[in-house]
């Protein structure tokens, strides 16, 4: 482990593996478009919370009604392949909780949902919305948002773009991915948050052994980061 005192003085060091590890995770995991209605919340998305309809609706929506929806903002984020049927319950159970405490925000939860959002909930959650062709109690009949949005209709109907992982990623890893890519700031980061980057580097380069064989994820380049302890460039805020 890199000198502590030093990564303390230098936040920029993490910056750089916050942008690094975003990379690292294109390559440990798949990743593709999937259809909106498939990808719900995982039950350990920010540690549970439900998804709040008034950001959806409120904020997201209204947003992409008012300015267009634009795609370069909406990066690829982490999810959850769940095949382990307790577990695939448990996404379904938790989506479920989510409708019935806001149900006229909120979009059904289909039969076939499988992947759950580690990031990118509230956006995925308005596609949902689209998807299912409801009436916003904001922004009105979302068909209409989608008729005059090429874009947005495209999200709807193709999905967004996810790295997926497999449901045989520890718990707490799932966590602190979800916590990471939730950040709404890159500064300031602590020593905490660069274990935690090191830690999911980790546990992604050993499902990969298993499941892909033996590759190497590029701990070279986080390596040469925190050997360097330069001033970097911050990665771009979404």
């Known amino acids: 482990m890199a000198d502590s005192k030093l990564l ?15 990379e690292d995770m294109k390559l440990a995991a798949s990743a593709r478009r999937i259809a909106p209605h498939l990808v719900g919340a995982s039950y350990l998305n920010r540690d549970g919370l439900l998804t709040n309809g008034h950001v959806v609706h409120g904020d997201i929506l209204v947003s992409i009604n008012k300015d267009g929806h634009d795609p370069s903002l909406t990066k690829p ?28 925000l909120m979009p059904d939860v289909s039969h076939d949902m499988c992947f759950g959002s580690l990031a990118s909930t509230h956006y995925n959650t308005g596609l949902r919305c689209g998807h299912q062709g409801m009436l916003s109690p904001v922004v009105g009949d979302l068909r209409a948002i989608m008729d005059k949005d090429s874009t947005f209709k495209d999200a709807v109907q193709h999905g967004h773009t ?22 709404e700031q890159n500064r300031n980061k602590t020593l905490d948050e660069v274990e935690m980057i090191r830690m999911c580097l980790d546990i992604l380069d050993e499902f990969l052994a298993k499941t892909h064989g033996k590759q190497n994820l590029q701990l070279s380049k986080l390596t040469l980061a925190l050997g360097q302890r330069i001033p970097l460039e911050m990665p771009r805020q979404y």
């Open 162 to 183: 996810w790295l997926v992982l497999p449901d045989t990623i520890p718990d707490e890893a799932a966590r602190r991915i979800s916590k990471w890519f939730n950040q």
């Open 77 to 104: 984020a982490p999810c959850i392949h769940y095949t382990d049927l307790a577990k695939l319950e448990k996404l379904l159970e938790h989506n479920r909780r989510i409708k019935a405490n806001a149900p006229g």
């Open 8 to 22: 303390k003085l230098n936040p920029l060091v993490a910056g750089k593996i916050a942008k690094q590890v975003m």
